[in-house]
Nanobody, 121 residues
C-alpha cells in the first residue's frame, strides 16, 4: 500500500510565500512523475505543476515564475515552493505520484489527502 502525506499548507499573505511537502511511503519500488494539483471552491481540480523522475518540470501558466516544484528522490518527496502568493491561489492542494509498488507491478497513480492553502490579508 502506498500513502502520500502532504504538509505545509495554511494561511499566507498576498505577496508572501508558503512551501508544501508531500512524502510517499509504504510499498515503493520506484516513483515516476510527481505533481501538484489544486481545487478551489466551486471549481474543477486543475494542474499546478509536475516533475519527472529526472526533474523535468511543467507549470500551469497561472503559476509560472512564482511557484517552483522540486523533488528529493531519496526521500520520495515532492515540494512546491509558492512565492508571490495571490488570493486566487486559495485552494485545496493535492499531490500525486506515479508509483510502482513492486518490480513486477505496473505504475499506479496515488493521491494525497489535500492541504488547504488560503491567501488573505
Amino acid at each position: 500500500q502506498v500513502q502520500l502525506v502532504e504538509s505545509g499548507g495554511g494561511l499566507g499573505q498576498p505577496g508572501g510565500s508558503l512551501r508544501l511537502s508531500c512524502a510517499a511511503s509504504g510499498r515503493i519500488f520506484s516513483v515516476n512523475d510527481m505533481g501538484w494539483y489544486r481545487q478551489a471552491p466551486g471549481k474543477q481540480r486543475e494542474l499546478v505543476a509536475t516533475i519527472t523522475s529526472d526533474s523535468s518540470t511543467n507549470y500551469a501558466d497561472s503559476v509560472k515564475g512564482r511557484f517552483t516544484i522540486s523533488r528529493d528522490n531519496a526521500k520520495n518527496t515532492v515540494y512546491l515552493q509558492m512565492n508571490g502568493l495571490k488570493p486566487e491561489d486559495t485552494a485545496v492542494y493535492y499531490c500525486n505520484a506515479d508509483v510502482r509498488p513492486r518490480s513486477w507491478t505496473r505504475y499506479g497513480r496515488y493521491w494525497g489527502q489535500g492541504t488547504q492553502v488560503t491567501v488573505s490579508s
